[in-house]
């Protein structure tokens, strides 16, 4: 059974710094994509950033490129979502996901219970 655990949302101004982190536990197979994805208000999930388990390389969604950088720590088994020079636009509910396609959300088979990211 694989659980996903977020930390480290909170409000911001514009401009700032936030990073936020996924605790997984349970089996994880290194096949997989580990996924940060957000939701705001009216909107569908999208996809923020991904981190293949095998290799490392990394996927970012056009919105964030340069702000963003996704890393895990494979030793604790926790992915982490670097925020800089956030905006208003980035306000939303931020998941972490677990063994999907690239930004797909559709395709993810776990996930966390999100954590809100307000920006100002």
Known sequence: HVQLVESGGGSVHAGGSLRLSCAVTGHTDNTWCMGWFRQAPGEEREGVAVIYLL???AVYADSVEGRFTISRDSATNTTYLQMNSLTPEDTAMY???ADG???NAKTYNHWGQGTQVTVS
């Open 55 to 57: 290799g490392g390389s």
């Open 95 to 97: 998941y972490c996901a």
């Open 101 to 103: 396609l690239v930004l």
